[in-house]
């Protein structure tokens, strides 16, 4: 699994491989595999893969609702400045 390109360093899959992991340490993984994808490739996109690819199996597992999270993370766009407790007049 080290060669894929949606997981270069096999970090995911390794993760399903660890018994009574927690969701704390799915995070740490997870940003630990946002931060080994080349350059080139597309983040949303590598994880969408990968959630398609390990989801179905292990939709129970704490890393597919971490990286489910992650994804649902992704497409929401977020607002710069935060948000305002009331309109401007």
């Given at each position: 699994?080290?060669?894929?390109?949606?997981?270069?360093?096999?970090?995911?899959?390794?993760?399903?491989?660890?018994?009574?992991?927690?969701?704390?340490?799915?995070?740490?993984?997870?940003?630990?595999?946002?931060?080994?994808?080349?350059p080139?490739?597309?983040?949303?996109?590598?994880?969408?893969?990968?959630?398609t690819?390990?989801?179905?199996?292990?939709?129970?597992?704490?890393?597919?609702?971490?990286?489910?999270?992650?994804?649902?993370?992704?497409?929401?766009?977020?607002?710069?400045?935060?948000?305002?407790?009331?309109?401007?007049?």
């Amino acid at each position: 699994m080290k060669g894929d390109e949606n997981d270069p360093k096999g970090l995911i899959f390794e993760a399903y491989r660890i018994e009574g992991i927690t969701d704390a340490e799915c995070r740490t993984i997870f940003l630990d595999w946002a931060l080994s994808l080349p350059p080139e490739r597309e983040t949303a996109q590598a994880l969408q893969l990968l959630v398609t690819q390990y989801g179905a199996l292990h939709a129970d597992h704490p890393m597919t609702g971490v990286m489910t999270e992650g994804l649902s993370g992704m497409a929401t766009p977020k607002r710069r400045g935060g948000w305002r407790s009331r309109p401007r007049n």
